[in-house]
């Protein structure tokens, strides 16, 4: 049973770029939430999405975008990198039933530099 | 705003010690403390607790919740080098607040041979 996974595992950028990151989630699972972890952080809620829409945002400009596909695997944008987008960025799964999320798994995340 | 607030920030100790990480919290509309223990990357799930004084136990690693005094402790017994990881604590709100997991910092854990 695979886990959740994430691609690219590592990403170097230049300020003004923009980045696609995208996650599958485990089997069985269909809400996918996004997490920004800064070194010696710990992460911060960027959005989540189920039944292909935004369904809550945490504190984040909209330079931060995202899209979930009818398979439940996610993309996360970022348009106009800066360099403290440099972070670890999370994905996380979780099964929503009658309402009710269940327990959300981590992926290995994408380690991005902005140069 | 919501706070979760995780000390120590940092702790070496010895293999075979026993070690204490706690947890405290303020948020609205309270549903689980969550455990999650990060090595390299991938933050791996150790625990939910959602009712006080119900210990949840795996192995040789344990926790509680008090939702009377908001704070929650993590002890690992019989330290292993393998233990040594960040070990994170996230709450969770109501399914009508929101789902997200709000994080601190961790409790970044060295075990020493």
């Known amino acids: 049973d695979a886990g959740v996974t994430q691609s690219p595992t590592h990403l170097i950028k230049t300020r003004g770029q923009q980045v696609t990151l995208r996650c599958s989630p485990k089997s069985g699972h269909d809400t996918v939430s996004w997490y920004q972890q800064a070194l010696g952080q710990g992460p911060q809620f960027i959005f989540q999405y189920y039944e292909e829409e935004e369904r809550q945002r945490g504190n984040f400009p909209d330079r931060f975008s995202g899209h979930q596909f009818p398979n439940y695997s996610s993309e996360l944008n970022v348009n106009a990198l800066l360099l403290g987008d440099s972070a670890l960025y999370l994905c996380?799964?979780?099964?929503?039933?009658?309402?009710?999320?269940?327990?959300?798994?981590f992926g290995p995340g994408t380690r991005l530099l902005v140069l | 705003e919501d706070k979760v607030v995780q000390s120590p920030l940092s702790l070496v100790v010895h293999e075979g010690d026993t070690v204490t990480l706690n947890c405290s919290y303020e948020?609205?509309?309270?549903?689980?403390l969550l455990w999650y223990k990060q090595e390299k990357k991938a933050p791996t799930f150790l625990f939910m607790l959602t009712s006080s004084g119900i210990e949840k136990k795996s192995g040789r690693l344990s926790s509680i919740l008090d939702k009377k005094e908001l704070f929650s402790i993590l002890n690992i017994t019989a330290t292993q080098t393998g233990d040594s990881a960040v070990y994170l604590c996230?709450?969770?709100?109501?399914?009508?607040?929101?789902?997200?997991?709000?994080f601190g910092k961790g409790t970044s854990l060295l075990v020493t041979p």
């Open positions: 948020v609205t509309n309270f549903r689980s």
């Open positions: 996230a709450v969770e709100r109501l399914p009508n607040s929101g789902y997200a997991l709000n």
């Open positions: 996380a799964s979780s099964r929503t039933s009658f309402g009710y999320r269940e327990t959300q798994y």
